[in-house]
C-alpha cells in the first residue's frame, strides 16, 4: 500500500518538464487572477499540457485497474470527474484556478502510484485513504464513503455488534492522515467533518436500536418464563392462604416467610393473572376475607379425602 504522506515525494516529479514549466508561468504571471489574465497562448499550452498528461495517467490507472476488486465504483467516479474538470469551460475564470489544478494534478499522481497489484485491504480500501487524505469532499464521494460504512456495519449480526463495527472504523477514521490545507471545494465542508457527523448521527441511531434490542430480549425471556409457569386453578388470595399455612406448618422450609413467597409465586400464575405479586399475595394472606378462608378449608378436607383413597 502507498504511504500518501512521504514528505520526500514530490508528486510533479511524475509530471513533464514542459508542465512544470507551464505551471510556474501560470503563477507568477503578473496580475494574474484567473486563467483569463492570462497571455492566450500560456493558457491554451498549459491547459492542453494538463489534459495530455492527465488523460494519460488515468488511462493507466484504468488500465492497471482492470483486475482490481475494490473500488470500481470511486474509480469510475474520479475518472468522469477528472475528465470533466479539464472541459469545464468556467476553469477560465475562476480566481481559485491553480490552486484546482494543482490538486488534481497531485491526486492522479498518488492515484497512480497505489499498489495495484495488492489486493489485500486493511480497513478502509487505498483509494479510499487517498480521498481521505486530500480531503476530497465532494457529495459523490461523501455519499459513497457513507454508504460504504453504513453496509459494514448493518452486516453485523445484533445492535451491540453493529456499535462495536462503527466505533472500529470510526477510530481508524480517526487515525488517517489529513494533508493539512487540502480541499477539493473550499465553499464545503471538510470531508472530515462530514463524516464525523455522520458518525455521531450513525451512533444515536444504533444507540436508540441497541435500546429496543435489549427490551426485545427483556419481553422474550418474560414471554419464555410466562410458558414455563405452573398455572393453579385457585385465586391469589387462597394461593396466600395455603402457602402461608405451609409455611407455618413446616411443609416448606425457608430462610423466612418473604424468601418463600418471592421464590414459589415467581413460579405460578392464576387464570385470571399471568403475572402474581409475592408481596400482595403475602400482605392479602393476613387480611383474608372468611369466604377465602372457607374455600381454602374445602381444599384441604378434599385433598384429606383424596390422600385416604391412595
Known sequence: M???????YDFMNSYSAELKELLVAAAVFPNTKTLQGMKDDIF????????????????????????YPHS?????MLTQKLTAFLDDEQLIYRTDFYRRIVYRLE?????????????????????????IYMNYNSKT??????????KRIEDQPNPKAKIEQMNFYKKVFSQLHIKPE????????????LITRWFQYEAEYLDSELELFKQREIDQIIEQNEQLLVELGVSADILGLL?????????????????????????VRTKAKDRLSPQAVRTRSYGAETVDKEIARSILKKMDKLIDGY
Not at 245 to 259: E, F, L, P, Q, R
Open 2 to 8: 502507498t504511504n500518501f504522506t512521504e514528505d520526500h
Open 44 to 67: 491554451v499550452a498549459l491547459m492542453a499540457r494538463i489534459r495530455e498528461e492527465l488523460l494519460a495517467k488515468l488511462e493507466q490507472v484504468n488500465v492497471y485497474t482492470a483486475n
Open 72 to 76: 470500481k465504483p470511486i474509480i469510475t
Open 107 to 131: 491526486l492522479v499522481s498518488k492515484l497512480e502510484r497505489i499498489d495495484w497489484n495488492d489486493h489485500d485491504i486493511n480497513v478502509y480500501p487505498p483509494v479510499d485513504e487517498l480521498l
Open 141 to 150: 464521494y461523501t455519499k459513497h464513503l457513507e454508504n460504504w460504512l453504513a
Open 182 to 193: 487540502t480541499i477539493l471545494y473550499e465553499n464545503y465542508p471538510p470531508l472530515t467533518e
Open 243 to 267: 402457602l402461608r399455612a405451609a409455611i407455618d406448618a413446616g411443609v416448606i422450609v425457608s430462610k423466612s416467610m418473604t424468601s418463600a413467597f418471592k421464590e414459589i409465586v415467581s413460579k
